[in-house]
C-alpha cells in the first residue's frame, strides 16, 4: 500500500463515492481524507513520484 502516492486513494475513492447510495456517501467522504492522510504519514523517507 505504501507504493503509491497518497492523492490516488482520493481520486480513486471518489470515483467509486460517485456510484454508492448517499448513506454511504456521506461516511465515505469523511473517510477518504483520513486513509490518504494515513498513507502519506507511513511513506517511507525520500520516496517521491516521477513521471516518464
Do not use: K, W
Amino acid at each position: 500500500m505504501s507504493s503509491f502516492p497518497p492523492g490516488v486513494i482520493l481520486i480513486l475513492g471518489g470515483l467509486v463515492l460517485a456510484i454508492l447510495p448517499r448513506s454511504v456517501q456521506a461516511i465515505g467522504a469523511l473517510l477518504l481524507p483520513v486513509l490518504g492522510l494515513l498513507q502519506l504519514f507511513f511513506l517511507s523517507d525520500g520516496m517521491s513520484v516521477s513521471v516518464e
